[in-house]
């Protein structure tokens, strides 16, 4: 495995890998990709296994010109309406941290859609990731670069530490903008029925780097296809929601109302979203003082938060930890997609 820093140089290799059919990691604005030729089935098939993925999850296709569109996408089947929507976002939203369901070109292999007529496509912000995919094919199937389920990787070290000897080369850029994952929209809707049932809208599939608001000013109201959490909900006890995006040490989450609730504990972490909760937290406690403390913005700023959520939990969960309490994220914008992953995170 090479690993590299971003350069011309590592750039070109990492390319030419990818069009002999290998696996390269690669920085983005939101976390670090898997990427294969999204065009060879082989090498997209080498996803799966390196990630230990589920066949039926599909892959974010990613591009680097609006020209690739076609090569990935069929817009034949796509109403007036949603050809019109796809150009408000693209041309507002990409470059950026956004990932659009459309119908797949049938020359992107079924395995990279998981047997899916749509595919994800992406158009990353990212100035080595553009690269790397113009002088590849023009098209890179890439998931985050971590085990299935498990955290999504912000740093080149962390993809180094868990999947170092699966993969060709690790590209470093360094720790990733927004850390978070894209959001996935879907707007084709109009075009099967029997998914999406009679009169129901464009869906944001996973909350992410692109708040809702910014879509809903361009394309009108969006619906969300996952429950969004609510963080005046209370306390979200483990066990309740399917793992995924998770460390091994046990996660709870809570809201700034609760954190009387939260007694020091000696083995546990706590992640504070800002520093005046934190205070406040401290000056409620007794001996809090050797606690395990990080806090995701000291002013409270979302997009900072954003960018250390899962890089305090990289850090945290390191095995000497018994239980990390995580505060939610206020709700709108970002919050939502951290709050998103707090809560898959609960396990
Ligand atoms: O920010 C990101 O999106 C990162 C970077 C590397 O670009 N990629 C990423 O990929 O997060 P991954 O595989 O970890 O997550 C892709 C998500 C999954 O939830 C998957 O189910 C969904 O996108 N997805 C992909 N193709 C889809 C499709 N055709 N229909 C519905 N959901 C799809
Ligand atoms: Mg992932």
């Not at 294969?36 to 589920?54: H, L, T």
């Not at 205070?279 to 403390?293: F, G, L, N």
């Amino acid at each position: 495995m090479k690993y590299l820093p971003v350069s011309a140089d590592s750039i070109r290799r990492a390319a030419q890998i990818l069009r002999e059919g290998g696996l390269v990691a690669f920085p983005t604005e939101t976390v670090y990709g898997l990427g294969a030729d999204a065009f060879n089935a082989g090498a997209v098939a080498k996803i799966f296994e390196v990630k230990n993925r589920p066949h039926f999850d599909p892959l974010i296709i990613h591009i680097a010109a609006l020209e690739t569109l076609e090569k990935v996408a069929d817009f034949s089947v796509l109403s007036k309406e949603t050809r019109q929507k796809l150009f408000f976002l693209a041309e507002n939203l990409w470059p950026g941290p956004l990932s659009i369901v459309l119908p797949k070109n049938k020359k992107i292999p079924g395995i990279a859609t998981a047997g899916l007529e749509t595919a994800a496509i992406r158009f990353p912000d990212h100035e080595a990731a553009r690269e790397l995919i113009s002088l590849s094919t023009g098209a890179v199937a890439a998931p985050s670069a971590n085990q299935f389920g498990s955290l999504s990787p912000t740093r080149a070290e962390h993809v180094r530490d868990k999947l170092g000897n699966k993969v060709d080369m690790i590209l470093d850029g360094g720790p990733t903008r927004i850390g978070l994952e894209s959001t996935v929209i879907d707007i084709t809707t109009d075009i099967d029925k029997s998914r999406h049932g009679e009169g129901s809208g464009v869906k944001i599939l996973r909350p992410g780097g692109t708040p809702k608001e910014a879509i809903e000013k361009l394309i009108g109201a969006v619906e969300d296809g996952s429950p969004v959490m609510d963080a005046s909900k209370g306390l979200v006890s483990p066990g309740q929601l399917k793992s995924h995006y998770a460390p091994n040490t046990l996660l709870v989450a809570f809201n700034m109302e609760d954190i009387e609730k939260i007694a020091y504990e000696k083995e546990s972490a706590y992640i504070f979203f800002d520093g005046s909760t934190r205070d406040a937290w401290i000056s409620a406690q007794k001996s809090p003082k050797s606690a395990v403390i990080r806090v995701l913005s000291e002013t409270g700023q979302v997009l900072e938060a954003a960018s250390h959520f899962f890089e305090t939990l990289h850090e945290l969960d390191n095995g000497k930890i018994l239980r990390i309490f995580v505060q939610l994220a206020p709700q709108g914008g970002l919050g939502n997609a951290i709050n998103d992953r707090i809560i898959h995170a609960c396990t």
